[in-house]
């Protein structure tokens, strides 16, 4: 990605109906969406756990430390499965009714980081099988089908929150897929997988407010799939790419503090009906400011 595309990347609302960019993906049984999922068979907050890891019908034990992807065999000393020979292993689904699904890997690429080195980031293409979809479908359908997945961070998906960070997560990772506000909080290095430079949870929020356009920060977005923006934040690990045409907004872990021209302006109304009358952006305080190119 050039450096113009990496500040004036588009937002996007992955799965509409939980409202968090988070994976782009429906519950394989039930179409309800998720972004996460527990190593160790925990269910999530869709209750659908993992419940076998396999390729070949080789049971693994699946291992994601930051954005690092290992399965490793079962009780025997073969070798453990990295990159591209990752691809054909399934993980193996149930839901709290006890219906079946399947998320297989089934491309292995690479992406980079939009701030800081230029380092490599795995991204994965994943498609599920279920009772209700015997044919292999994308798990992610946004930006196509590709995906990250790192561990390390926790994120509330009504409400827009970070709730968990570094040892507390341990067990969890999440499914970002292409375009989604979890798969920028990555590649703009805020989070645990992904930092250079130190950030809280309080300072990940607030970039996940901005991505998502939770002014009010009650979890309500006033954004659409595509909208252009521009942002740079007070750790300076990221910045405008030139001049903004008009500034949008300052903002905390709480949303934003001011708000200038809302980068949906046909939205102003609603935002003012919603949040109350906020003021206009002057000297205010925040972690992050956004712009409209």
Known sequence: MTKTAMFAATVALAIQPSGLSGADAARPASGRPFH?????????????????????????????????IAARPRGSKGAALFGHDL?????ELKDTTGSRSTIEITAVGATTYWAGPPEEVPTFALTYTSAMHAEPQALCTAN???????????????????????????????????GTALAKLHLTRHTEAGQIVKTSAGERQAML????????????????????????????????????????????????????????????????AHCGELPRCTNQHGYVISGNP
């Not at 691809?87 to 993980?91: P, S, T």
């Open 36 to 68: 996460e999922m527990n190593v160790n068979g925990l269910p999530n907050q869709v209750g659908l756990s993992i419940v076998g890891v396999e390729r070949d019908r080789m049971p693994y034990d699946l291992e994601i430390a930051g954005a690092s």
């Open 87 to 91: 691809v054909g292993l399934k993980l």
């Open 144 to 178: 196509g089908n590709e995906a990250i997945l790192y561990s390390g961070d926790r994120y509330d998906a009504e409400r827009k929150t970070v709730t968990a960070t570094g040892a507390a997560t341990a067990g969890w990772f999440n499914i970002a897929c292409s």
């Open 209 to 272: 407010k901005m991505f998502t356009a939770d002014v009010c920060g009650d979890g309500t977005s006033f954004t659409v799939h595509g909208q252009p923006l521009l942002w740079a934040d007070a750790n300076h690990v990221t910045g405008f790419d030139g001049p903004a045409a008009t500034l949008e907004a300052v903002w905390t872990e709480r949303g934003a503090v001011c708000l200038d021209t809302p980068r949906r302006p046909e939205l102003a109304a609603a935002i003012a």
